[in-house]
């Protein structure tokens, strides 16, 4: 693993969180972590962190709130030890915005929580996962929940 930066996927759900929580356990604390939500206009894919609501169709807003939702990440990174700095990003398809930062940025790996199904399914799919783990030669961390495979 080179030196880079880890770039965590974080959609601000339970699931999210868990991804952060999975990275300490693994990690050396010093490690930056780059806490990215991304988004897609009219289907954005993360959980807004103050659990407000947003025109979809209104750029800034979402941008704003993607951005929010990161940094509500990067500050559970920092309580556990990290530097963390909160990225958002638009891409279309989502899996494509988490890799080309981890491109743009030399990160030593990705991490991501599998499983994420239902009305928060857009960023941390099974099928983000499967197509992260298609398109990049980085290492991939992929943080399963509890009971998942029950």
């Given amino acids: 693993m ?10 601000g759900s339970d699931l999210g969180r868990l991804a952060i929580e999975q990275a300490e356990k693994l990690l050396r604390p010093d490690r930056l972590l780059l806490v990215v939500c991304v988004w897609q ?3 954005v894919g993360f959980v807004p962190a103050d659990g407000g ?3 979809a169709e209104h750029v800034p807003a979402v941008r704003a709130a993607a951005l929010q939702t990161a940094e509500q ?6 309580e556990l030890g990290f530097q ?3 990225v958002e990003r638009e891409a279309s398809p989502i899996w494509k915005g988490i890799a080309e930062l981890a491109d743009e940025r030399d990160a030593a790996a990705i991490v991501l929580c599998a499983h994420c199904h239902g009305r928060f399914g857009g960023l941390l799919s099974g099928s983000v996962t499967s197509s992260i783990t298609a398109h990049t030669e980085r290492t991939v961390i992929i ?4 009971g998942a495979r029950d």
């Fill in 53 to 55: 609501s947003f025109n």
């Fill in 73 to 78: 990440g990067a500050e559970l990174a920092r």
């Fill in 84 to 86: 963390a700095q909160a």
């Fill in 143 to 146: 943080a399963h929940p509890r």
């Fill in 2 to 11: 080179n030196d880079g930066p880890i770039v965590v996927a974080f959609d």
């Fill in 41 to 43: 206009p009219f289907d």
